[in-house]
């Protein structure tokens, strides 16, 4: 008798893992990630805290979780810890996008919406949301979309993702309203928010129907850590709960999160040099490419549009053959011509900027 096939799940069978590319030894500007003086003393300072037995027991989460739900002014019912958002929309899309049959997501989308639905076999309907050249934000198709299709679940990030632009709170309400009449649920990552302000947490208690990522990977320096928090109804986050994203959130960042809680003025500072920064790098940018254009960018990265399609990824060579790593946007939906660049510190962002006026 022939042996029996073990069953793979198929749609698992397309998926490819690789690691981490390691980019140590250049300035890697292409990750987003905590990039600032300050914020490597305050870590030092927090981690000096940390106690053997922090690590060796088991993780207490519920402390961070009401401290986390106090900071957004929502209840401890309405927040689920995860390490990290990856993590966070893996659970989504298990819990709520693969019942529902379908994720719709607007353009450009984080790589991990697209990549959890593949895994799971959940169709993506991917809608535009960005229009024109420099780039601006543009509803209209994810409201067409959301109009003519049965519930599922509706991916945003805001401030965006790799434009770094911010719709505003108003009309984010007004979909998540939209998003109500028909029966979706509204997903919005707000990974970048700190940095301009910005927060979506207040909707929850008029939108029971909505949900927010916010890692904290890059407003707290924590990256490494891997630790994000999901907010939502108390019902939902009963639910989602239940995929116990939690157990694999480490006491060593949960220390970390308690650390860096007590000195959060230390971090607001950070997020507001960090924006005086991107500010600073632009206006010089600009002044030697006096054709190119800032897209606007509120987040921890400056995004440029430098010319016709193609440049963002010339720019990105030149600049990697200097030994700087950033995004040039030219495969992103909406982006060709753009470059994106996250931030370190002043020095750092000087050099940039003289690599970019002498070479491109
Ligand atoms: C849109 C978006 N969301 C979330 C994250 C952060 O993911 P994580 O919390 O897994 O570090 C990133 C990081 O690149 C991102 O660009």
Not at 75 to 84: E, H, N, P, Q, R
Not at 181 to 190: A, F, K, M, S
Not at 245 to 260: I, K, P
Request: net charge negative.
């Amino acid at each position: 008798m022939a042996a029996q096939r073990f069953a793979f799940r198929r749609s698992v069978l397309d998926a490819r893992w690789q690691a981490r590319g390691d980019y140590r030894a250049v300035l890697n500007l292409k990750s987003c990630e905590m990039q600032h003086p300050w914020a490597d003393e305050l870590l030092d300072d927090v981690l000096a805290e940390v106690q053997v037995r922090d690590i060796r027991s088991y993780p207490y989460h519920v402390d961070l979780m009401r401290l986390l739900a106090e900071l957004n002014g929502v209840d401890t019912d309405s927040v689920v810890l995860t390490a990290g958002s990856c993590s966070a929309i893996a659970m989504t899309v298990d819990g709520l996008a693969e019942p529902a049959g379908l994720l719709i997501a607007q353009e450009p989308v984080f790589d991990s919406w697209t990549y959890y639905a593949a895994l799971r076999g959940v169709p993506v309907s991917r809608t535009a949301g960005l229009v024109g050249c420099p780039p601006t934000l543009d509803t209209r198709a994810l409201r067409v979309a959301m109009s003519a299709s049965p519930p599922a679940v509706v991916a945003l990030t805001n401030p965006g993702n790799p434009s770094g632009l911010v719709i505003p709170l108003g009309e984010i309400a007004d979909l998540a309203d939209l998003a109500r009449q028909h029966g979706h649920i509204l997903v919005i990552d707000e990974c970048y928010a700190a940095f301009s302000g910005l927060s979506h947490t207040s909707l929850i208690a008029s939108y029971p129907n909505i949900i927010v990522l916010q890692s904290l990977s890059k407003a707290w320096a924590l990256a490494g850590a891997r630790l994000a928090a999901v907010f939502g109804a108390p019902a939902t986050i009963d639910y989602l709960r239940r995929f116990r994203t939690d157990s694999a959130v480490s006491a060593t960042a949960v220390a970390l999160a308690h650390g860096l809680s007590t000195r959060l003025e230390r971090l607001r500072m950070i997020w507001t040099d960090v924006a005086a920064i991107r500010n600073e790098f632009t206006e010089r940018v600009l002044t030697d490419h006096p054709r190119w254009i800032d897209v606007g960018s509120v987040a921890n990265f400056a995004t440029l549009w430098i010319g016709g399609p193609g440049e963002g990824l010339r720019a990105e060579k030149i600049l990697w053959e200097h030994g700087i790593r950033v995004r040039g946007l030219d495969g992103v939906p909406g982006m060709a011509g753009c470059l994106r660049i996250s931030m370190a510190d002043r020095h750092d962002m000087i050099r940039v900027a003289d690599v970019m006026r002498d070479r491109i």
